[in-house]
């Protein structure tokens, strides 16, 4: 037997499934991955199964499986070990359950349907945050999420799209039939893990965020007394929320590189305020973080009557202070002092 009629032989043993587990090793896993989510899970099994009986494929065969399906890839992919390969890409682009669901004959939705639908959760994120997911999904993933989420909550995120995603997607939508359950699934899964769960850690982290804005409105006593009460009360990630503290009175825990930096861009009549009755070591710590001209001028204005100036103007004037170190410190121009005590 020639080689040439060995090499015919080898063309006609091959499979429907066996060629399109070659094609899929030779785009590589990336785009082979993305492709796998739209198989049923029959055909990912026939994939599997296919994959399992291919060897080693020459150039030439592959070349002439490629032209079959009329597509054209990069030169050189050489000779494949396709089913090393395509385990590779299956396990990796599918998640333990889905692999032992292929690999036992179970359906893949089981699990889906036990949890909470997906679809009213996504509705609870902001449309800026699902589209700039999308855009790196494949047109054909877009629509189907776009039509299984509210009409108005939709539109928003189709909003977010370029122009030629947004046409794409649509005119996908407008040809959009039913997906595999097992397809649904695979989609669900990957916006449950990249979108929802991971937003549930943003946002108890905006939770902290917020608690502390609100926190440190308060002054120092008030501040010390709510956060006793907290801690009373079982609050969680309490070192979280102290790392984002600060009250004026702090400032003398500040090194003095960073109060030097935090008074750089404070006018001296808000300085002067807030300085009003404070007590010699933090008049101190802030002094001798300002240049002499203003150091001079600010002690002679609190030698000096202090006027109209009222309890309410010093405490203004003590949480712009304040303020300004939360920013600048978020700005990570310094660390503020809880921080560096857990550094």
Same mark, same amino acid.
């Given at each position: 037997?020639?080689?040439?009629?060995?090499? =015919?032989?080898?063309?006609?043993?091959?499979?429907?499934?066996?060629?399109?587990a070659?094609?899929?090793?030779? =785009?590589?896993?990336?785009?082979?991955?993305?492709l796998?989510?739209f198989?049923?899970?029959?055909?990912?099994r026939?994939?599997?199964?296919?994959?399992?009986l291919?060897?080693?494929?020459?150039?030439?065969?592959?070349?002439?499986?490629?032209?079959?399906?009329?597509?054209?890839?990069a030169?050189?992919?050489?000779?494949?070990?396709?089913?090393?390969?395509?385990?590779?890409?299956?396990?990796?682009t %599918?998640?333990?359950?889905?692999?032992?669901?292929?690999?036992?004959?179970?359906?893949?939705?089981?699990?889906?349907?036990?949890?909470?639908?997906?679809?009213?959760?996504?509705?609870?994120?902001?449309?800026?945050?699902?589209?700039a997911?999308?855009?790196?999904e494949?047109?054909?993933?877009?629509?189907?999420?776009?039509?299984n989420?509210?009409?108005?909550?939709?539109?928003?995120? %189709?909003?977010?799209?370029?122009k030629?995603?947004?046409?794409?997607?649509?005119?996908?939508?407008?040809?959009?039939?039913?997906?595999?359950?097992?397809?649904?699934?695979?989609i669900?899964?990957?916006?449950?893990?990249?979108?929802?769960?991971?937003?549930?850690?943003?946002?108890?982290?905006?939770g902290?965020?917020?608690?502390?804005?609100?926190?440190?409105?308060?002054?120092?006593?008030?501040?010390?007394?709510?956060?006793?009460?907290?801690?009373?009360?079982?609050g969680?990630?309490?070192?979280?929320?102290?790392?984002?503290?600060?009250?004026?009175?702090?400032?003398?825990?500040?090194d003095?590189?960073?109060?030097?930096?935090?008074?750089?861009?404070?006018?001296?009549?808000?300085?002067?305020l807030?300085?009003?009755?404070?007590?010699?070591?933090?008049?101190?710590?802030?002094?001798?973080?300002?240049?002499?001209?203003?150091?001079? =001028?600010?002690?002679?204005?609190?030698?000096?009557?202090p006027?109209?100036?009222?309890?309410?103007?010093?405490?203004?004037?003590?949480?712009?202070?304040?303020?300004?170190?939360?920013r600048?410190?978020?700005?990570?121009?310094?660390a503020?002092?809880?921080?560096?005590?857990?550094?």
């Open positions: 037997m020639t080689a040439e009629s060995s090499a =015919m032989n080898q063309q006609l043993s091959l499979t429907r499934s066996q060629k399109a070659a094609i899929l090793v030779a =785009m590589g896993k990336p785009a082979a991955g993305r796998l989510k198989f049923k899970q029959e055909e990912l026939a994939l599997m199964g296919g994959a399992r291919l060897r080693t494929i020459p150039q030439a065969e592959l070349e002439r499986v490629v032209a079959e399906f009329e597509a054209e890839f030169e050189g992919a050489g000779l494949l070990d396709s089913a090393d390969t395509m385990d590779t890409i299956f396990s990796e %599918l998640t333990p359950e889905e692999m032992t669901a292929l690999m036992n004959d179970e359906p893949t939705v089981a699990a889906a349907e036990e949890a909470i639908p997906v679809w009213p959760q996504l509705e609870q994120l902001e449309p800026e945050r699902v589209g997911f999308l855009e790196s494949h047109p054909q993933v877009a629509a189907f999420v776009l039509s989420l509210a009409s108005s909550f939709a539109a928003q995120v %189709l909003l977010t799209l370029s030629p995603q947004r046409g794409e997607i649509v005119k996908r939508m407008l040809a959009l039939n039913p997906a595999a359950p097992e397809a649904a699934a695979i669900e899964n990957e916006l449950r893990s990249k979108l929802i769960e991971d937003n549930s850690a943003k946002a108890s982290s905006g902290q965020v917020r608690v502390a804005s609100v926190l440190n409105e308060l002054d120092k006593s008030q501040l010390d007394e709510v956060m006793e009460d907290l801690e009373q009360a079982g969680t990630n309490l070192e979280a929320i102290r790392a984002q503290l600060f009250a004026f009175e702090d400032v003398v825990l500040l003095q590189k960073a109060r030097v930096t935090l008074f750089d861009g404070i006018a001296a009549d808000v300085v002067t807030a300085l009003r009755n404070a007590d010699g070591a933090l008049t101190e710590a802030i002094l001798s973080a300002l240049g002499v001209r203003a150091r001079r =001028m600010i002690e002679s204005e609190l030698k000096s009557d006027g109209n100036a009222s309890a309410a103007d010093v405490a203004r004037a003590r949480k712009t202070i304040a303020s300004t170190a939360i600048l410190a978020s700005q990570g121009l310094f503020l002092p809880q921080v560096q005590a857990a550094a």
